[in-house]
């Protein structure tokens, strides 16, 4: 090979009003492997080149160029409260590039939003570099210019790629970004620990944590949950499949969340029980799921389709528009501030 080449980013994260962390991927080298049976298969060395620009100032777009093309990019620094912002939520961008790109490119035509929060599943196998290069290359012309957020999904496998592709030194964080305050959390308890108790305490310690983060911040506008797993699904296969997360609702409430934003499920659905917004937007790209079963007296909207989720910020009002990789509207509805 003739030098390292570009196999990921230029990527944003860690974005707050004064710094901004910027990250690319370079293959230097690549091995391959020639299985008993079958084709053989190429797997690329990647090295994560990073940098941190700090000092910045708050609501302000930067342009700024990285990695070995000079690959240009800009990102925006997080506003002060008060100030009008843009986001997108999607996920499940795995296994079918087609569709992935399909939703991106719907995505910007419908304007680059100030930052993407990732609702989890990028990748098929978390731990097989020869993946992320597929999903970085498809989400480049967006994420070389907005903040990316990410979450942990069960196909990310916990794997240290992960941590170091989007510099996350948790698997579970907040952030604020105007008036809003959001809280990342890891649902993926099956690739905690093989141990129960192991995979208990760590969910006794997240949840004690989330608590602790949403009671600190009720002065925010809004609240935002960003997880894999719903509490609520119209998926008849997967109903009651993640307790834990079930079990969080009398805290959601009681901390008064504006709107839980979800993936893992391959379609968009929307529920509202008891003054919470619970979204499902899980149509990155993963092959789709019936949404068969919708629960009574909580949904209010459900669709199989490749989609996002854009939600803009002015005032004391979020407006959420689910929109289909079609660019057709799936769901529209507002969340007030405060409540
Ligand atoms: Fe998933």
């Keep these: 090979m003739a030098g390292p080449k570009l196999a990921g980013g230029p990527i944003v994260v860690n974005v707050s009003q004064r710094t901004a962390t910027v990250v690319w991927i370079v293959e230097t080298d690549q091995a391959t492997l020639h299985p008993p049976s ?9 090295h994560v080149e990073k940098t941190t620009f700090a000092g910045l100032q708050p609501n302000t777009k930067y342009e700024f160029e990285a990695g070995p093309d000079h690959s240009k990019g800009s990102f925006k620094t997080a506003p002060a409260p008060g100030e009008p912002f843009s986001f997108v939520v999607y996920g499940d961008t795995r296994t079918r590039p087609d569709a992935h790109s399909a939703v991106i490119r719907q995505l910007l035509q419908h304007g680059v939003p100030d ?18 290069p597929i999903f970085f ?24 790629n992960y941590f170091e592709y989007f510099q996350q030194a948790k698997p579970y964080y907040s952030f604020n970004w105007g008036s809003a305050h ?8 099956g690739n905690v620990s093989p141990s129960k108790a192991a995979r208990d305490t760590y969910w006794a310690e997240q949840t004690r944590w989330l608590e602790d983060d949403l009671a600190a911040n009720q002065k925010a506008d809004f609240r935002f949950l960003v997880a894999h797993h719903p509490l609520y ?30 993936g ?5 659905q929307h529920y509202v029980k008891n003054g919470v917004h619970y979204i499902v937007s899980g149509g990155g790209g993963a092959p789709l799921y019936d949404v068969d079963v919708p629960p009574p007296g909580i949904t209010q909207k459900v669709a199989s389709i490749e989609n996002f989720v854009s939600v803009k910020v002015n005032g004391k009002v979020a407006k959420v528009e689910a929109i289909a990789v079609d660019g057709k509207t799936i769901d529209m509805f507002e969340i007030s501030a405060g409540r």
């Excluded at 959001?182 to 308890?189: A, G, H, K, N, R």
């Design 38 to 46: 079958g084709d053989a298969k190429v797997s690329p060395s990647l």
């Design 115 to 132: 930052f993407v929060t990732f609702s989890g599943d990028s990748v098929a196998d978390g731990g097989d570099p020869s993946l992320w």
């Design 137 to 160: 290359d498809i989400e480049r012309d967006l994420l070389r210019q907005t903040a990316f957020f990410p979450s942990l999904g069960n196909h990310e496998h916990h794997a240290p």
């Design 182 to 189: 959001f809280s990342v959390v890891d649902s993926d308890l």
């Design 233 to 262: 699904t119209a998926v008849r296969s997967r109903q009651g499949d993640n307790p834990h997360m079930t079990a969080l609702a009398p805290m959601l409430e009681k901390y008064r969340l504006s709107a839980g934003l979800f």
């Design 264 to 268: 893992h499920d391959h379609n968009y």
